[in-house]
């Protein structure tokens, strides 16, 4: 299944593109797909809780976009 996505803001409105291309690098971000972003692999069913809290803050990190 192919996740849904912002299209390319290029053939807006200059105005209305202002306002979208930023939450759309914050969505691409957040989500991994922005170009050249690391994919967060799923944790096994064997993952300790140490292994749940650093994927945890990975995910935290690019939300906050700290990392």
Avoid: C
């Amino acid at each position: 299944m192919i996740k849904p996505s912002i299209p390319g803001t290029g053939s807006l409105q200059r105005d209305i593109a202002i306002f979208i291309e930023p939450l759309k690098t914050n969505v691409e971000l957040i989500t991994g797909a922005r170009p050249g972003a690391v994919s967060l692999d799923p944790l096994p069913s064997t993952a300790t809780l140490a292994d749940v809290i650093t994927q945890l803050n990975k995910i935290l990190s690019r939300i906050e976009h700290s990392g």
